[in-house]
């Protein structure tokens, strides 16, 4: 397995807090309140869209419901291989991160 982009991680990590509520707007929300950055709706569905392809996440479609004009909600549920992506991906960081010390670059000249 590869492991996934920065953004992706962020997309699959809000699918799993939110689990059964986790569709693209409030994916998006999570995001943002969580990382104080704005993202693009249209990037947060594009990006689960092609999770659900490659089996990251699996998506399911609520009930129509009067607040929506009687439309219908896509939501998105954190399959093994999505978890699987976030834990080798985060493995992957902490390798990276070992015995590395940046406060060098930190002080001031």
Do not use: C
């Not at 590869?2 to 994916?27: H, I, N, T, W």
């Not at 693009?40 to 996440?57: D, F, K, N, P, Q």
């Amino acid at each position: 397995m590869k492991p996934v982009s920065e953004f992706e991680q962020l997309v699959l990590l809000a699918v799993a807090r939110l689990d059964e509520g986790a569709y693209g707007m409030a994916v998006s929300q999570e995001i943002e309140a969580r990382t104080a950055k704005s993202v693009s709706l249209a990037a947060v569905y594009a990006t689960l869209g092609r999770m659900e392809t490659e089996g990251l996440v699996s998506a399911w479609t609520s009930p129509p419901t009067a607040q929506r004009g009687g439309r219908a909600k896509k939501h998105f549920r954190l399959q093994s291989e999505g978890a699987r992506a976030l834990v080798e991906t985060r493995r992957a960081i902490e390798r990276m991160w070992d015995g590395l010390e940046l406060n060098r670059y930190l002080e001031s000249r």
